[in-house]
């Protein structure tokens, strides 16, 4: 499964990292090896009933085997999503593997309908090769003369199995599932809206976590059975996550629509410039700050913040409010502006012609830096932009 970002990366997932993959870190979360012993403790009455004739150690081996390589196609799995994802520009943030399976959280940026597919295509397909190549080569062995022979057509073709599904359940097409991300994908071409698509995938998700449930509690009715306890815990934690997975897609889709239509306007605090050898007096007239009666302006608009700029033009520091506020009204002739302004570190500027995923793909990297940035027209400073305002707007 992939798993987009819509703000600024969060702390990496619990878990250990065991390594480092398309630059992320690869994360593996202590659950796996409870899950991992509970299939393999399913697995063996299986392979003792298909081979009959091997030792009890070796059934445990061979059904751990097969965990082992199921995990091991998750892992292909999404890797090929974070490589691709890679290829195409994006940053991968994380690859986790997890108790019911994995996902690959990247900044899916610009992509477009026809990327975000193309990522989303890449871990089902390799699965797909995988299981058709390991199943071609299982059956000259399954027909093999000796135990040994068929006991490795036996693992060869649960290799087989796991890849096919992996990549069977992952093409299901519903949100958070890769089938849901190539619908999403689908709908966002034809009607030329990414939240739209988001929306229609995600409440298949969610339908299909119903129906998962239905099927597990209406099949064994209907026959005249008592639905297997076991099968119904674990039908219903697969159904609680893909309708939380879809949950989180119907929020991300309301994220994703408020970041389309981000610009410096909507969510940046306008800014004057002053030299950076001006004082806290000159901020208070420009600002309306420290006292002054009102602010100045800027083509009929106010200018409530002051950028402090070099001889070259370029922003070096913004006057911070509170702090000119705490300045004596008597004395703000006296004080430099310096004394009142916060230090702009390099990098923390953004283009204010960037709109919608643009200009957030170029905040989530400005805000990196430090969390109030300056935005530039030109060259010159025509905003302030707060990381804590830019996350409000996307989230209300």
């Known amino acids: 499964m992939t798993s987009p970002p819509v703000l600024p990366a969060a702390p990496h997932s619990k878990g250990w990292v065991i390594g480092r993959v398309a630059g992320a870190p690869l994360i593996l979360q202590p659950l796996w090896f409870l899950v991992a012993a509970v299939i393999t403790a399913l697995l063996v009455p299986l392979v003792r009933s298909a081979l009959p004739g091997v030792a009890a150690g070796w059934t445990v081996v061979i059904a751990a085997t097969f965990v082992v390589v199921l995990f091991a196609s998750v892992l292909l799995h999404e890797l090929a999503h974070a490589f691709v994802a890679r290829r195409l520009g ?26 975000s597919a193309l990522v989303a295509a890449a871990g089902p397909a390799v699965n797909l090769v995988l299981g058709g190549a390991l199943l071609a080569a299982a059956q000259p062995l399954l027909a093999g003369a000796t135990l040994t022979q068929r006991a490795t057509g036996v693992l060869v073709t649960a290799m ?9 359940f992952n093409l299901i097409p519903g949100l958070p599932l890769d089938g849901g991300q190539l619908l999403a994908s689908l709908v ?12 229609v995938a995600a409440w298949v998700g969610r339908l299909l976590a119903v129906g998962i449930v239905a099927w597990a509690l209406g099949g064994p009715v209907l026959s005249g059975r008592t639905p297997d306890a076991f099968t119904l815990v674990w039908t219903l934690v697969i159904a609680v996550a893909v309708w939380s997975g879809a949950s989180g897609a119907l929020r991300q889709a309301v994220a994703q629509d408020r970041a389309a239509q981000l610009s410096v306007d909507a969510v940046g605090r306008r800014a004057g410039v002053l030299p950076e050898d001006a004082t806290a007096a000159d901020a208070a007239a420009l600002t309306g700050g420290g006292g002054a009666t009102g602010a100045w302006t800027d083509g009929g608009q106010a200018v409530g913040e002051a950028v402090l700029v070099g ?9 911070d409010q509170a702090a000119l506020a705490a300045v004596p009204h ?12 916060a230090p702009l570190r390099p990098g923390a500027v953004v283009d204010a012609e960037l709109v919608g995923q643009d200009l957030l793909m170029a905040l989530v990297h400005a805000f990196r830096v430090q969390p109030v940035v300056v935005a530039l027209r030109g060259g010159a400073p025509v905003a302030l932009v707060l990381d804590a305002e830019v996350a409000r707007r996307l989230q209300h």
Do not use: C, I, K, M
């Open 311 to 319: 001889t070259d033009g370029v922003p070096v520091a913004y006057v």
């Open 330 to 341: 008597d004395s703000l002739a006296t004080t430099p502006a310096w004394a009142v302004a």
């Open 188 to 199: 966002w071409r034809l009607t030329g809206r990414q939240h739209t698509g988001t929306v």
């Open 90 to 115: 994006r940053h991968v943030h994380e690859v986790v593997l997890s108790a019911l399976g994995g996902h690959t959280a990247f900044a899916r940026g610009s992509l477009g309908p026809g990327g």
């Open 160 to 168: 087989a199995s796991a890849n096919l599904l992996v990549a069977g």
